[in-house]
């Protein structure tokens, strides 16, 4: 006798499936999001040669990556509802993969960050479709316990990436830190295909107006971002016009969310203190947690000289400290309080800063360390706290939607992070050549006067390019210190918005018994 065909997903409904295995999928296929995320930093200086591209222009393979998905995370409430949370989930874990294959077969600057824009916009999906699984496969008061598990598990990446990106880049080519995703990707696929829970499509209007207005916001001030450097920033008519473009698209985006009844970005959520509060954290610790991230890897191969897979391996510690911090907050979150447990995070995240102010050109491989695992330990201790306020209040219709835009705004401060840093990593390092460079005369040097030189048995020029190499390597340290002083500044600031967030009530602690018993 013939069956009937099924409609999508309902055969994984007649069996329930143990919320442990939904876990591990939905850990799987983030893995691969993070760990593309930090995997090709260690590798941007072969890609500048590689590609056609300058210091400040091979960034954009990390900031494309970062835009598209900030731009295309809002779309993920609406595709979700019109294709099911389950068939979107799986056309982004496959594009994904692809748009990898693609990055690892790039030839140029253009076509690294095209590939790289599809990267992103797939991967988008991913994070918030996620959440939305975990969440609903757990009863709201083991969500800690489940954030810390995911967060656990996802945070293998930032550890792996560096280690991963930098032997693969050391041993065969860049192209293999994209090429790497191949196999991860096919196994998350698999394991969504067969274990996710598939739901049901639900029709809802599409806010084009909306979503227009904020990707022209988001587009122009990545733009402005991108291109100020080069430009000379507002003396430039297209970098004004740029900025003027993103204020205005942000500034119709609000209004309309805020006079509109169904948008893009439901107005309840603003109306949420955790919420609003929340999307304003995450934003500044995405900029402080991608901009180190993408300023360490360069430094401690140019300024250092270490080869590529040490400087991945001296990016190790921080994922490691993450990883024990997320840990131990999934055994607490329940016991203490978790606004506590975010301003020690903070406070550790701006200490560790204040110690990376002091380093020096000539110093060893420990500050390095220590400082990575001290900040990783901080964030660990913010992200799973932070999640579990921001969702405890949610309705569970209104999830995919809230981790959309938190996802959304995590990517927009990276990126934001990202941009920014290098550009005040290029424009002081000018400003310390200029001043270093001008004490550098015979009078103050006598080894700069090409006579006393060849009198020495030195050519002149040997003599001023050995002189302005090491003017330039003191001018970037100068440049790196500054960069790290104004993330510890934001990172001080941050400390009393912890204040602002509510604390759920104590019946909706999460069971001390461990996640992984269920």
């Known amino acids: 006798m013939a069956t009937a065909a099924l409609p999508f997903g ?133 969500h800690g316990q489940a954030m810390a598990l995911w967060g656990l598990g996802i945070m293998v990446g ?40 598939g739901g049901e499509s639900l029709k809802r209007k599409f806010d084009l107006f909306g979503f227009v207005a904020l990707g022209i916001g988001i587009g122009a001030l990545q733009l402005m971002l991108d291109r100020g450097q080069q430009l000379d920033w507002f003396s430039s008519r297209e970098v004004m016009i740029e900025a003027a473009t993103a204020v205005a698209g942000l500034w ?57 897979v040490t400087a991945g391996f001296a990016m190790a510690p921080r994922g490691v400290g993450t990883m024990v911090a997320m840990l131990l907050v999934g055994r607490i979150i329940g016991k203490v309080d978790a606004r506590l447990l975010m301003m020690i995070g903070m406070s550790l995240v701006a200490g560790s800063m204040w110690v990376m102010t002091g380093f020096s050109p000539v110093m060893g491989m420990t500050p390095f360390l220590t400082t990575g695992f001290v900040q990783g330990f901080g964030v660990g201790l913010i992200f799973v706290p932070l999640n579990t306020l921001v969702f405890a209040t949610v309705a569970p219709a209104l999830r995919t939607d809230a981790s959309s835009f938190y996802s959304l705004l995590r990517n927009l401060g990276g990126s934001v992070g990202v941009s920014l840093s290098v550009g005040i990593l290029a424009r002081q390092t000018q400003i310390a050549h200029a001043d270093i460079g001008s004490a550098v005369t015979p009078f103050a040097l006598p080894g700069a006067d090409p006579n006393i030189a060849r009198a020495l048995g030195a050519t002149g020029d040997t003599v001023l390019a050995l002189l302005d190499a090491t003017v330039n390597g003191q001018a970037a340290m100068i440049a790196y210190l500054d960069d ?8 001080v600031a941050l400390v009393p918005l912890v204040l602002l967030l509510r604390a759920p009530r104590r019946a909706a602690a999460p069971d001390p018994e461990h996640i992984a018993m269920e």
């Open 484 to 491: 790290f002083t104004l993330m510890m500044w934001m990172s």
């Open 158 to 197: 930032p550890v792996m990436g560096p280690v991963l990106g930098g032997w693969l880049t050391d041993n065969y080519s860049w192209r293999w830190v994209f090429y790497v995703n191949l196999p991860f990707g096919l196994l998350a696929l698999a394991g969504a295909v067969l274990f996710l829970p």
């Open 252 to 308: 119709v985006f609000g209004v309309h969310i805020l006079t509109r009844g169904e948008t893009i970005l439901p107005a309840e959520l603003l109306r949420d203190r955790n919420i609003l509060t929340g999307f304003g954290f995450i934003f500044v610790v995405g900029m402080l947690q991608v901009a180190t991230s993408a300023l360490l890897p360069p430094m401690l191969e140019q300024l250092y000289g270490y080869p590529v």
């Open 10 to 142: 309902a055969r994984d409904r007649a069996k329930p499936v143990p919320p442990f295995v939904i876990t591990c999928v939905i850990m799987l296929a983030s893995f691969i999001t993070v760990l593309d995320s930090t995997i090709a930093n260690v590798a941007l200086p072969d890609m500048e040669a590689s590609l056609g591209a300058a210091s400040d222009t091979v960034t954009w393979v990390l900031t494309s990556y970062i835009v598209a998905a900030a731009i295309a995370t809002p779309l993920t409430a609406w595709l979700g509802g019109k294709l099911g949370r389950k068939r979107l989930f799986l056309i982004a874990i496959g594009g994904f993969v692809g748009a990898s294959m693609l990055c690892g077969l790039a030839q140029s600057l253009g076509e690294m960050v095209a590939f790289r824009l599809i990267q992103g916009a797939s991967g988008a999906f991913i994070i918030p479709l996620g959440q939305s699984f975990l969440l609903d496969a757990y009863p709201r008061e083991k």
